[in-house]
């Protein structure tokens, strides 16, 4: 069987038919706007809904048709039954009023005084048309049906029927259509507060559209009285001023509504399609039953794009909780080029007032946010609004990654003045800019201030400006804090935020180091301190207090170090130190402190370069430098961290590089033998020192290094400092060498001094203990100089038996060069002739030693030392003979003036000897004669000059001196010349050697000197000299330059 077609829907035709009827009833002088109302009504009621597509068919459903039934449908009972469509002003508005007088604490007189104005006072602009249009119904005659006899009396009655039927059809139709207009948000009415708003948006005032809506009711009013009065039809419609008065309102109402669009509908617009958008995006996250957009705010922040704060209630089987949970996959859906964040919402009282202090259990809002949008925290004039939504969104990421549910904002509050902050006299106040700041509270569900105070470490980096959390107060703010841009309203807040940033940054980086259980220490804010060093670096020191039972040592560790590095901006330098305590031990460490130590400059780890610093700051400065440095040093060692006691500086100021004494108290078990074994690690831990030592003290050990202490440029404060080095390195070089007493003692340098005539020259007088001899340091000479870097060492006699004084030096002692010292040479009673290591003169003294043998090779200097005997010689008024045949006196020449004579040939040389024999035979007579053992003890009168004999080159002059070989029997003149000749040189020779060798035998008692040189002087040529054999054994012998040992042996 077939189904029955469909029937039309009759509606609009019946509506045409009764408008024709409301037309024709006025005309007939009926109630016309009754008629309509009865028309519209029947019209309602012949409205069929539209016919359902066919099973499988693709057409949609007629959204169109199907509203336009819902507004026939809605009209069947509204224009007869009253309803919230024929009040004046829309309920919602007085429920928001109410709600408002009811949260500020309004009286009840206040809220029933605001009823009334809401109640009897129309602001929306169609209940102004519809009671425009009610007056002007109200004088449409309506007197027909008293005039025809069927309601006797109607004529007074019927015109307020007429008007409350027109007034019911204007405003039901128009609150049907609004209803309706949106499959689930109803249009709102506009009223006087849209045209507002609307006109504070465009900048203009809204008292301006007010006045012109006035004017032209003016003349509406005016135009109508004059128009009926001027086609006679005044008597037809009375009373004409309502008439009029109507018409007025009729058109000034129209103005205004017209004046409100479009701004006043943007943001139902806007919830209109943004529920069109989310209800797609529902569909893909397949949430059935989708949560329900309740409102949808646009903010500008300085992007193409708006923020979008829409606030939903989610079902119960998904709860504002699961709403939250479901973030990442609602953010595809959003699209590209937005962050989306999903944020709680407070819960709401029985008056619909939000409940800061708790959550809503459905309600949840998803701010989406173009990532080109921006907000300044700082900036003054900002939208509030678009503040705590910023503010609100970037806590909720900030906990989600903590773990923590979102806290809730309570309060946020201005905490700036408008005005420039102070300047002082002659500042550019043109340049400061004043800039804001804000207070805000929150309420979170857990961890409470702790969960604050880490989302504030968290918030600057998300909203672009400072957050800090004062954690006693309960409060975080944000905003310009502490550029001094801002002038807060409490002055005390500057130096307030000061320390809270300060607190806040520490305590984020302690959540970025600590591990998981690690309690983070407690700041100690108020000793704070900020010291330079001498070389302009900047240290700062911020201490902090652990929690009981907690060590400091667990936060003093090198992986520590490294990682409050990263947090700070990766500076060059970082280190953790213990703090001082209190204790009766010097620099005692404290059992509950410890100081973290920070710096934007490359602070150096080598002694040498740390510069001692004048006054406390910089005298701060440098002891942490040091004992960071010392801290570096023992973890490169692998030796657990020491404490620095103390450190002094041994070097002046001045010094090109310094040294310094640093006090270590050692713990772990380390020992100073330990330390002493990793001396050489720790040195390159120093940022490998040139010269370190570790040495005994009573906390532990003495570390000294820095700068070289026998570098030229190293200047010490003091002289015992450098005493100090000194000991140091011989101690390290007596250990060395195992020069130890029985108890490990190395022998302990009691003085040090440069020598007056030789600086190159150190004497170091040591104290020997038990068990060592000064043997030993000799036989160790080698091992000593190598430790200690000296090139030249020398032992003495100490004071006593248990003393031994050294001679060192780091270079040739040898004064270089050594210019002749006039001055001396006339001064002294003997002939110097050098300077010895310590500088003083070496001289040749003939009543010490009567004659003197000089052996050199060539170029070891052997003519200038005989020139110095001659010189002295000749300043002492000596009689000076002088014998070179072997180079014809060539060096002694300039001596002639002076000299008794100068031999040149074998025979010259001879009869020298010949007459100095004689002479040395005379004066032995003439101690006889007197009676002394010396000619020095004859008397002044007779007393004989001094005889100095000197014989350069002796062994060529005596070698060679064998008697020739006899003659032929038939040998010429000639040969016999030659031979003659040559037995005579050979006499000289011979001569000259025996004279030599009897002048060292008898001649040292009466003032006769014999000063033989040579490069050499061998047993075969002793041999050969008639009574050589004295030679050796009765001359002190003078051997220069460089000699093989055999040639030592053989000279000496």
């Known amino acids: 069987m077939r189904s029955a077609a469909p029937t039309g829907n009759l509606a609009p035709f019946v509506t045409v038919i009764a408008v024709v009827g409301a037309v024709a009833a006025a005309w007939f002088r009926l109630p016309a706007l009754f008629v309509l109302a009865a028309g519209l009504t029947f019209a309602a009621w012949m409205s069929v809904p539209p016919a359902p597509p066919v099973r499988g068919a693709s057409a949609p459903v007629d959204e169109r048709a199907v509203t336009r039934h819902r507004i026939w449908a809605d009209l069947r009972w509204s224009l007869l039954v009253p309803s919230s469509g024929w009040l004046f002003n829309d309920p919602a508005d007085w429920k928001r009023s109410q709600q408002q007088l009811t949260a500020g604490g309004a009286s009840s007189w206040s809220v029933t005084a605001a009823f009334l104005r809401w109640f009897l006072l129309p602001t929306a602009f169609t209940s102004m048309i519809a009671l425009g249009v009610a007056a002007v119904t109200f004088t449409l005659p309506v007197d027909a049906l008293d005039a025809w006899g069927v309601l006797p009396g109607s004529g007074i009655w019927l015109p307020w029927v007429n008007a409350a039927a027109g007034y019911v059809v204007v405003a039901q139709v128009t609150a049907v259509r609004r209803r309706h207009a949106a499959p689930q948000d109803p249009q709102p009415p506009l009223t006087l507060g849209t045209l507002a708003s609307t006109s504070t948006a465009r900048g203009t005032s809204p008292v301006s559209p007010l006045i012109g809506a006035v004017a032209l009711a003016a003349v509406v009013f005016t135009s109508v009285v004059v128009a009926v009065t001027a086609a006679g039809f005044d008597w037809l419609i009375s009373p004409l001023p309502v008439t009029a008065a109507g018409a007025a309102l009729i058109v000034a109402a129209a103005v205004l509504r017209a004046r409100s669009l479009p701004e006043g509908l943007d943001e139902w617009r806007e919830l209109v399609r943004a529920r069109e958008q989310w209800a797609s995006r529902w569909v893909l996250l397949k949430q059935d039953p989708a949560p329900v957009l309740l409102a949808r705010r646009s903010l500008t922040a300085g992007a193409a794009s708006p923020v979008t704060v829409d606030t939903f209630e989610a079902p119960a089987t998904l709860g504002a909780a699961g709403l939250i949970a479901l973030q990442a996959k609602i953010t595809p859906t959003v699209g590209a080029g937005t962050r989306v964040t999903v944020i709680s919402e407070p819960d709401i009282d029985s008056s619909g007032q939000p409940i800061l202090s708790s959550r809503h259990p459905l309600r949840a809002s998803i701010v989406s946010w173009p990532l080109d949008a921006t907000v300044d925290f700082g900036a003054i004039g900002a939208d509030d609004d678009l503040l705590r939504i910023a503010l609100r969104t970037a806590a909720a990421r900030a906990a989600e990654t903590f773990g923590h549910p979102q806290p809730l904002l309570q309060t946020f509050t201005p905490i700036f003045e408008p005005d420039a902050p102070d300047t002082e006299p002659g500042d550019d106040t043109d340049s400061v800019t004043p800039r804001a700041a804000y207070s805000s509270t929150w309420v979170s569900a857990e961890a409470g201030d702790a969960l604050m105070g880490m989302i504030a470490g968290s918030l600057p980096g998300l909203i672009g400006a400072e957050a800090i959390c004062d954690t006693p107060a309960g409060v975080v703010y944000v905003g310009d804090l502490t550029s001094g841009a801002a002038r807060f309203v409490d002055e005390d807040l500057a130096a307030r935020f000061d320390v809270l940033a300060r607190e806040a940054a520490w305590a984020q980086r302690w959540r970025d180091v600590l591990k998981m259980g690690e309690q983070q220490p407690y700041i100690q804010t108020s000793v704070y301190r900020k010291y330079e060093l001498p070389s302009g670096q900047v240290i700062e020191s911020q201490p902090f207090m652990t929690a009981q039972a907690v060590e400091p040592e667990q936060y003093m560790t090198a992986e520590k170090e490294r990682k ?336 008794k004579a100068i031999a040149i040939t074998e025979e010259e040389a001879s009869a020298i000897m010949d007459v100095v024999s004689a002479e040395v035979d005379r004066r032995r007579e003439l101690n006889g004669q007197y009676g002394v053992s010396s000619y020095l003890q004859l008397p002044p009168e007779v007393r004989p000059p001094h005889i100095v004999v000197l014989i350069d080159e002796f062994t060529e002059l005596i070698i060679g001196a064998d008697r020739p070989k006899p003659l032929p029997e038939r040998a010429s003149e000639a040969e016999q010349l030659i031979h003659a000749e040559a037995l005579r040189q050979i006499d000289a020779r011979r001569n000259v050697g025996a004279r030599a060798g009897r002048f060292v035998r008898l001649a040292r008692s009466t003032g006769v000197t014999l000063v033989l040189a040579a490069q050499d002087l061998k047993k075969d040529t002793i041999d050969q000299i008639p009574g050589g054999g004295s030679l050796k054994n009765n001359m002190s012998v003078v051997l220069l330059g460089r000699a093989s040992n055999g040639s030592r042996l053989s000279a000496l």
């Open 564 to 899: 409050l590095q990263s947090t700070l901006n990766n500076v060059p330098f970082v280190a953790v130190t213990p703090w001082k305590g209190a204790d009766d031990r010097a620099g005692g460490r404290h059992s509950g402190a410890f100081r973290v130590l920070w710096s934007a400059d490359p602070i150096p780890r080598n002694p040498a370069r740390i510069r001692p610093g004048r006054g406390v700051a910089q005298s701060e400065a440098t002891q942490w430098a040091l004992a960071a440095a010392v801290n570096a040093a023992f973890d490169g060692a692998h030796l657990p961290r020491g404490e620095v006691l103390s450190a002094i500086c041994l070097t002046s100021p001045a010094s090109t590089g310094h040294i310094w004494d640093i006090r270590v108290r050692l713990y772990g078990g380390v020992t100073l033998l330990a330390v002493k074994a990793a001396a050489e690690k720790i040195r390159q831990g120093l940022g490998a020192a040139e010269w370190l030592r570790v040495t005994a003290d009573a906390e532990g050990c003495r570390i000294v290094a820095g700068a070289n202490p026998a570098s030229p440029n190293v200047t010490f404060e003091r002289p015992r400092n450098r005493e100090l080095t000194v000991a140091l390195d011989w101690e390290a070089a007596f250990a060395a060498a195992k020069i130890l007493g029985a108890n490990g003692d190395a022998p302990q340098l009691q003085s040090s001094r440069e020598l007056p005539k030789n600086a190159k020259v150190l004497e170091l007088l040591f104290q020997l203990p038990a068990g060592t001899s000064r043997a030993q340091i000799r036989e160790s000479r080698q091992k000593l100089m190598t430790a200690t870097g000296n090139l030249f060492l020398m032992d003495r006699d100490g004071d006593t038996a248990a003393e031994v004084r050294l001679l060192v030096s780091q270079m040739d002692p040898l004064p270089f060069p050594a210019p002749m010292d006039w001055e001396v040479i006339e001064s002294s009673k003997a002939i110097p002739f050098g300077s010895s290591v310590d500088g003083a003169p070496v001289e040749f003294d003939w009543t010490i030693d009567p004659h003197l043998l000089v052996l050199g090779g060539t170029g070891s200097g052997k003519s200038q030392y005989l020139n110095n005997i001659i010189i002295g010689s000749i300043l002492r008024g000596c009689e000076l003979w002088i014998i070179d045949p072997m180079k014809f006196a060539a060096d002694f020449r300039w001596s002639a003036p002076w000299a």
